[in-house]
């Protein structure tokens, strides 16, 4: 009700009665958020790293853990995130630079994990047709910690064959999570996360299982370290975060000779970041809000050391919080963020304002106006994202402004949110050769190098819907859609970037101990594939993805939980080159605290 945009709360009682199966599917499946995903329900294959964006813009979400942000290389993954130290996921979409910076165009996803509490121990297995896994999990009054480990069978025919002489295979493999948060004092907390993914990839096979042409494996090793201090006295806050990812890759031959693949498939990523800020209260209507961010970005080649480069920037940000009346108050923010000059990318300035409004109706009634300009600086590894590579001192972040006004409901019993949306982001990232520019290149310099320019540009205007309703005491019901028309210029012609159209809608039930829920998304009207069928260009299908959650706790000491995922069995499409879903799939839970 207070917050003067479109907002969005899964809590850790929808991750459990509606079966998500990991924090990228929770998110796949929430109205005005789509993905680009590798595998069903995780994200990631490698270094193929996948994604969530808000509102069709893609890279252009910034993600948090405890309010540190985690993305790294403009990228958003959440695979290191295990799905039972969640305790609840914000969404706040539209412009949200002016207070964290680049990546934050489309809108912010905040990830809040579980604290430290009374006494609990928890063991927990899980079996199915396709993954199985198991995770032990301690929590005091100063600390929780949890281990698990997930393995995942091989899925075959994992991509659209078409007129393919191979099957495309994702190799079975496995993943290691481990979460821990200490509480150091009454302000200070410690939180650290390690996760593994080994022998990810691909296999291209012939019918009589030999290879087809050159596959690949991957270990992927990820890192992150946050210091969060939060002193409500003061109202300071503070956080200083190390997020590491290391990813090792193989290529397998047809001639059966295995080697290291190519430099960017083997490379370390690392940022550190600073954010410190500071409330004061002005007067009984208004408060002011100042601090500063210090970020650092790195990337190196493990193959080459050689390729390697790094990026340094500083934020200045101020937000003024003022009420007019008890009914109408508005925000006013500005931010300046500079990036340091590396070599390949120059020096940028950036100057972010935000203006937002409130209006409060009555106490379960309130409209709001959220208009702000955004920015995103290109990949740190832009210059080694491609072979024969040429920079560019004169590239420009992407940036440009949201516009959007909406109306909330809430009630102890029913929440309705609606919203209009308008985005416009100038200076889109493209790769394009010299001699497809006109441009005459360095001495030197092959006019066939690819170089990085500003050429496109984007734009969506879109309308959301949400509604939750608590029936009864035994009864509950959520519906939602989202109706938008995100579409991109790099060539000259607008085309269309994501689906146009999502639905969703579900129902849970409980009957003494006993919970169902069931949960229907759909992704409709989508953009095109990348690969042609018979010479043509066709739309992805649709994406229809039906589950079901059965639960069951006899005591409060046992727990069994009973997950159907895409009980359609529909061949789902993924993404632009037509990845598929896992299909039907089941996996039985039992946990048992002490």
Same mark, same amino acid.
């Given at each position: 009700?207070?917050?003067?945009?479109?907002?969005?709360?899964?809590?850790?009682?929808?991750?459990?009665n509606?079966?998500?199966?990991?924090?990228?599917?929770?998110?796949?499946?929430?109205?005005?958020?789509?993905?680009?995903?590798?595998?069903?329900?995780?994200?990631?294959?490698?270094?193929?790293?996948?994604?969530?964006?808000?509102?069709?813009?893609?890279?252009?979400t910034?993600?948090?853990?405890?309010?540190?942000?985690?993305?790294?290389?403009?990228?958003?993954?959440?695979?290191?995130?295990?799905?039972?130290?969640?305790?609840?996921?914000?969404?706040?979409?539209?412009?949200?630079?002016?207070?964290?910076?680049?990546?934050?165009?489309?809108?912010?996803?905040?990830?809040?994990?579980?604290?430290?509490?009374?006494?609990?121990n928890?063991?927990?297995? $899980?079996?199915?047709?396709?993954?199985?896994?198991?995770?032990?999990?301690?929590r005091?009054?100063?600390?929780?910690?949890?281990?698990?480990?997930?393995?995942?069978?091989?899925?075959?025919?994992?991509?659209?064959?078409?007129?393919?002489?191979?099957?495309?295979?994702?190799?079975a493999?496995?993943?290691?999570?481990?979460?821990?948060?200490?509480?150091?004092?009454?302000?200070? $907390?410690?939180?650290?996360m390690?996760?593994?993914?080994?022998?990810?990839?691909?296999?291209?096979?012939?019918?009589?299982?030999?290879?087809?042409?050159?596959?690949?494996?991957?270990?992927?090793?990820?890192?992150?370290?946050?210091?969060?201090?939060?002193?409500?006295?003061?109202?300071?806050?503070?956080?200083?975060?190390?997020?590491?990812?290391?990813?090792?890759?193989?290529?397998?031959?047809?001639?059966?000779?295995?080697?290291?693949?190519?430099?960017?498939?083997n490379?370390?990523?690392?940022?550190?970041?600073?954010?410190?800020?500071?409330?004061?209260?002005?007067?009984?209507?208004?408060?002011l809000?100042?601090?500063?961010?210090?970020?650092?970005?790195?990337?190196?080649?493990?193959?080459?050391?050689?390729?390697?480069?790094?990026?340094?920037?500083?934020?200045v940000?101020?937000?003024?919080?003022?009420?007019?009346?008890?009914?109408?108050?508005?925000v006013?923010?500005l931010?300046?963020?500079?990036?340091?000059?590396?070599?390949?990318?120059?020096a940028h300035?950036?100057?972010?304002?935000?203006?937002?409004?409130?209006?409060?109706?009555?106490?379960?009634?309130?409209?709001?106006?959220?208009?702000?300009?955004a920015?995103?600086?290109?990949?740190?590894?832009?210059?080694?994202?491609?072979?024969?590579?040429?920079?560019?001192?004169?590239?420009?972040?992407?940036?440009?402004?949201?516009?959007?006004?909406?109306?909330?409901?809430?009630?102890e019993?029913?929440?309705?949110?609606?919203?209009v949306?308008?985005?416009?982001?100038?200076?889109?990232?493209?790769?394009?050769?010299?001699?497809?520019?006109?441009?005459?290149?360095?001495?030197?310099?092959?006019?066939?190098?690819?170089?990085?320019?500003?050429?496109?540009?984007?734009r969506?205007?879109?309308?959301?819907?949400?509604?939750?309703?608590?029936?009864?005491?035994?009864?509950?019901?959520?519906?939602?859609?989202?109706?938008?028309?995100?579409?991109?210029?790099?060539?000259?012609?607008?085309?269309?970037?994501s689906?146009?159209?999502?639905?969703?809608t579900?129902?849970?039930?409980?009957?003494?101990?006993?919970?169902?829920?069931?949960?229907?998304?759909?992704?409709?009207?989508?953009?095109?594939?990348?690969?042609?069928?018979?010479?043509?260009?066709?739309?992805?299908?649709?994406?229809?993805?039906?589950?079901?959650?059965?639960?069951?706790?006899?005591?409060?000491?046992?727990?069994?939980?009973?997950?159907?995922?895409?009980?359609?069995?529909?061949?789902?499409?993924?993404?632009?080159?037509?990845?598929?879903?896992r299909?039907?799939?089941?996996?039985?839970?039992?946990?048992?605290s002490?």
């Amino acid at each position: 009700m207070e917050t003067p945009a479109t907002t969005s709360v899964i809590t850790a009682e929808d991750i459990e009665n509606k079966g998500f199966v990991s924090v990228f599917d929770a998110l796949e499946q929430t109205i005005g958020i789509q993905s680009y995903s590798y595998t069903g329900g995780q994200g990631d294959n490698g270094s193929s790293t996948g994604r969530t964006y808000i509102r069709g813009l893609d890279k252009g979400t910034l993600i948090l853990l405890n309010g540190a942000p985690i993305n790294l290389n403009n990228y958003n993954s959440t695979a290191g995130i295990p799905i039972s130290a969640v305790e609840r996921i914000e969404v706040v979409k539209g412009s949200n630079s002016v207070l964290y910076g680049s990546e934050a165009m489309g809108g912010v996803i905040n990830i809040v994990t579980k604290k430290a509490g009374k006494v609990r121990n928890d063991i927990a297995i $899980t079996g199915g047709n396709i993954n199985r896994a198991w995770e032990v999990n301690s929590r005091g009054d100063k600390y929780i910690v949890s281990f698990g480990r997930e393995y995942f069978k091989e899925f075959k025919n994992s991509s659209m064959k078409y007129d393919n002489a191979y099957d495309t295979n994702r190799r079975a493999y496995n993943k290691d999570n481990l979460f821990a948060s200490v509480s150091i004092s009454k302000d200070l $907390t410690l939180n650290y996360m390690h996760t593994e993914a080994n022998n990810t990839g691909m296999n291209y096979l012939k019918p009589d299982a030999s290879l087809a042409k050159t596959s690949y494996s991957y270990d992927d090793k990820r890192d992150n370290v946050a210091l969060i201090y939060d002193d409500n006295n003061n109202k300071v806050k503070s956080n200083l975060t190390f997020n590491r990812r290391r990813v090792d890759g193989k290529q397998y031959k047809t001639d059966g000779t295995v080697a290291r693949s190519g430099n960017s498939s083997n490379f370390v990523l690392y940022s550190i970041n600073f954010d410190n800020n500071k409330k004061w209260d002005l007067s009984d209507k208004s408060s002011l809000l100042a601090g500063f961010t210090a970020n650092k970005e790195k990337y190196k080649e493990i193959a080459d050391s050689s390729h390697a480069i790094d990026r340094d920037s500083l934020g200045v940000y101020v937000s003024y919080d003022h009420k007019y009346t008890d009914r109408l108050s508005s925000v006013i923010g500005l931010r300046g963020h500079f990036v340091k000059d590396n070599g390949f990318d120059g020096a940028h300035n950036a100057y972010l304002p935000q203006l937002q409004t409130l209006y409060k109706i009555n106490d379960a009634t309130s409209l709001y106006v959220n208009v702000g300009k955004a920015f995103e600086m290109p990949a740190v590894n832009s210059k080694y994202s491609r072979s024969g590579t040429g920079a560019n001192s004169a590239l420009k972040p992407q940036e440009g402004w949201t516009y959007e006004t909406g109306i909330k409901h809430i009630t102890e019993t029913s929440s309705t949110k609606f919203a209009v949306f308008n985005m416009q982001m100038d200076n889109k990232f493209a790769w394009r050769k010299y001699n497809q520019l006109g441009i005459t290149p360095p001495a030197g310099v092959d006019p066939n190098t690819y170089i990085q320019v500003n050429l496109g540009k984007f734009r969506n205007t879109g309308v959301e819907f949400e509604y939750n309703k608590i029936l009864s005491e035994n009864w509950q019901y959520n519906a939602g859609f989202t109706y938008q028309n995100p579409e991109a210029k790099d060539s000259g012609t607008w085309e269309q970037q994501s689906a146009r159209i999502q639905l969703t809608t579900g129902a849970k039930y409980r009957y003494s101990k006993l919970w169902v829920g069931m949960n229907l998304f759909y992704s409709g009207d989508r953009e095109d594939a990348t690969k042609k069928v018979a010479g043509k260009i066709h739309k992805l299908k649709d994406n229809i993805k039906l589950n079901a959650v059965i639960s069951y706790a006899p005591d409060k000491n046992n727990s069994f939980k009973f997950n159907l995922y895409n009980l359609l069995d529909r061949d789902n499409v993924l993404n632009v080159s037509e990845n598929l879903d896992r299909p039907f799939n089941w996996t039985l839970s039992y946990n048992h605290s002490f």
